[in-house]
């Protein structure tokens, strides 16, 4: 019988499909402390804090009253109801529960939409520094990835004029992430309007990452959906990861488009089936109740970056600008005289400290690295203790 050489059944496409450095850092990291290193957790975007207990406790009864078989592709009704009445509510115009589609985590949202709509060759404007899966997923499609660099001294926001710039016909998609992983930066409300009259202008569709929405430390969360006929070229990535603490629960959802709808949801009959329906069940418990454990967790996180960026900051050759939302710091290491990639493999097996580099980010993240401090401020502190101590001594 022949053996299969290693690799020469993989589809061509799959050599343009990435990957997402966190979670190889993650398990570099775990496999140095069964060694018995002592390694402080930095790299990883997810909140170090428990689901809330009254959403624990909804799951437990969902499983109960026998919430463990298929639901409808899309989502359950009622938890469609729940995101529509929590999605108008915050947004401040009536969003129907027929234009949300639950998906199993955020990142469906962006994978099935990019699937529905991207084909060979068209161009799709992404923010760069910017969240791994936008490039991938774009290139996986065939589609032209247009980076669009999210520069330090322009408070790594979105340059309206390289915007108009790269903006043309051929662009089917523009990709906004605001509050931005990995720099932390708030897109200002005028300058968002701006992006929407450009996308009008190209007739392009609009991905909206808005899964930080709830980490503000300064103003308060503006939707580009909310402008004048955005609503029918507008895609809301949303979902309860971060704000609820419930990165393995994956309950995510958009906010669609009527005409993209069906398109969707037959992406997902055709891949995940539907997302596990106690974890909808859940959602609702936790869209639906007092928000006082987001804004808690919130509010304790304004304090950590506090901690962290002060500390950065006193470390020779470090400076860090103040992160306006997320839970990332974005330290531009340039005089330390490493490259990204050196710096974080260094603090990993030198100082203990696991954090990304920028270039996980894309190519425009070269010098800078991304700090979670999504960790407590005892071990922020150690972090950064660590860190001085590795660069000098």
Not at 10 to 35: C, G, I, P, W, Y
Not at 342 to 363: D, H, P, Q, Y
Not at 371 to 376: E, G, L, P, Q, V
Request: net charge negative; charged share 25%; proline share 6%.
């Amino acid at each position: 019988m022949n053996q299969i050489a290693t690799g020469t059944h993989l589809a061509s496409r799959m050599e343009r499909l990435d990957t997402e450095t966190a979670f190889e850092t993650l398990a570099k990291a775990k496999a140095l402390e069964a060694q018995g290193h002592d390694i402080v957790h930095l790299e990883i975007g997810e909140p170090d804090f428990d689901t809330p207990a009254h959403v624990r406790e909804a799951a437990k009864n969902a499983l109960d009253d026998g919430y463990t078989h298929y639901g409808p592709p899309p989502g359950l009704p009622e938890v469609r109801m729940a995101v529509a009445r929590y999605q108008s509510k915050r947004q401040g115009y009536e969003v129907k529960p027929e234009n949300v589609v639950f998906t199993p985590g955020g990142k469906p949202v962006i994978f099935f939409t990019i699937m529905a709509l991207i084909e060979e060759g068209d161009e799709v404007i992404y923010p760069n520094p910017g969240f791994p899966i936008y490039e991938s997923m774009i290139n996986f499609t065939g589609g032209k990835a247009i980076p669009l660099r999210l520069a330090e001294e322009s408070g790594f926001s979105v340059d309206l004029d390289e915007l108009r710039t790269k903006a043309s016909n051929s662009t089917k998609m523009i990709i906004v992430n605001s509050p931005n992983n990995p720099c932390g930066s708030v897109i200002p409300e005028q300058d968002l309007e701006e992006i929407a009259n450009i996308a009008k202008e190209v007739d392009a569709i609009v991905l909206s990452d808005e899964i930080y929405k709830d980490f503000y430390y300064e103003g308060k969360h503006a939707s580009i959906s909310r402008f004048n006929d955005m609503r029918d070229r507008t895609v809301i990535l949303d979902g309860l990861s971060k704000s609820y603490a419930m990165t393995g629960w994956r309950t995510g959802y958009g906010v669609m488009p009527d005409w993209l709808v069906e398109p969707i949801s037959r992406l997902i009959i055709n891949s995940v089936s539907q997302t596990a329906t106690f974890s909808q069940i859940a959602s609702i418990a936790a869209l639906d109740s007092p928000q006082d454990a987001v804004r808690e967790m919130v509010a304790e996180f304004k304090t950590r970056r506090k901690v962290l960026v002060d500390g950065l900051n006193s470390i020779q050759g470090i400076s860090c600008p103040m992160p306006q939302g997320a839970f990332y710091a974005f330290p531009n290491i340039t005089r330390t005289e490493l490259s990204s990639g050196e710096f974080a493999n260094r603090c990993l097996e030198e100082a203990g400290v696991a954090l990304l580099s920028g270039t996980a980010f894309g190519n425009f993240g070269e010098g800078y690295v991304r700090i979670s401090f999504a960790n407590s401020a005892k071990n922020l502190n150690e972090a950064v203790r660590r860190i001085r101590r590795m660069l000098h001594g």
